[in-house]
């Protein structure tokens, strides 16, 4: 037993480290930024060649995660109007074990449903959040440990869309986001709602702390849909926060916050919800303005109200921009998906220039994050379609269907692990793997 806790304590802080490469156990990856260092990747195949495929009991924008030889994943039964709990066998794709953890409403519009965070796993345990509030945990047979609701603790979310915004476990601590308006919307929420940082002992559920995270946006502004970010720069490990017209660093040991800056929103243009999450790389973190407009790169490693000297660099949004996915950090640059223009381009992080931009083929959008391995990048519209390009010239490898007949609204990005991609449409879920 003792040698078993050892293992599973060093497995762990293994984890919480961004080196580690073997398991896909959060949304954005093992190195949070949709990377990893996986080999042996497949650039076509078809769906009739998946290694399996696993029918879902409804659909869900969550990306799969993993660790060993489980993928855990949450899941909506549209009929039935329940939250699911799932947990699928890599190897086979075998449902180990499916769990209802709320009942009755499941969505707040047509554009989604409560089951859109992905959930999160270390060597022991899975944790799922929803829109809803419900904040559950697991071990990996399936016994729940904990569970908890956070809107019964903290007041009804005040959100225009359906909440989704995914958990982030690091260093030891649950972390959840909500970044929400201070005043009811459509009957929801409550006057003077606050919008915050918590962060959650992952063995018991409870608070650890809780900070507030004040902004100067109005109205729609004030929401986000975003996932907090880890990242270490100059030796400091920072929690990345973006929303609300603003971006911000914390101390991921107390929430305090370390630095902010703002804004890319200078009119307070009140509909300017903000969806992509931030992503960090050589010095510089990204920040997506919303609705077309540019993106910017503020330089990392600042104190306090940062002003214009921190920006490295802002976009030319008539090429780059980003309203809904969250960039990619691989092979030292980024990578920016613009789902208005349908192109992706890949970006030097010194000065914001593109070194190559691709024109996406099809007539479905893409809002799915766009994730990366083995010299490859993978990509996924609304319609299920796969796309496969080279990492190193745009070009496009390969474009797979995977979706169904009517697909539409499919928005899980790609996981990568254990040599195989993990695909999520709206109907089932797949292993591809090379043949």
Known sequence: MKLRAIFLTVAGLVAAGPGFAAEWSQWRGPQFNGAADETGLPATWTKEGARWATEMPGPSAATPVLWGDRVFLPGVDLGGKTLRAMCLDRATGKVLWDHPVGEGLVARDEQSNFASPSAVADAARAFYFYGNGELVA?????????????????GDFAFQWTFSASPLLYGGKLYVEVLQRNQPVHGRGKPDAESFLLAVDPATGKDLWRVLRPNDAVQESKEAYSTPVPFEFQGR??????????????????????????????????????????????GVVLSCAPKGDPIYAIKLGGNGLLGEGAVAWTSDKKVISSDVPTPLFYKGDFFVLNEGRKNLSRIDPATGQPK????????????????????????????GEVLVLDAGEGKVLGNMAMGEPGDDKTRASVAIAHHALFIHTNHKLYCVTQP
């Open 138 to 154: 697991f071990d990996h047979a399936g016994k729940q440990l904990w569970a908890r609701n956070l809107q019964k603790d903290f």
């Open 237 to 282: 490990k920072e929690i990345l926060i973006a929303g609300g017209d603003c971006l911000t660093g914390h101390d991921p040991e107390t929430g305090k916050e370390l630095w902010r800056w703002a804004t890319y929103n200078p009119q307070k243009i009140g509909h300017w919800r903000l969806v992509p999450s931030p992503v960090a790389g050589a």
């Open 356 to 383: 190559w931009t691709t024109t996406l083929p099809g007539r479905a959008k893409f809002e799915a994050s766009p994730t990366a391995a083995d010299g490859k990048l993978y990509l996924m519209n609304f319609a």
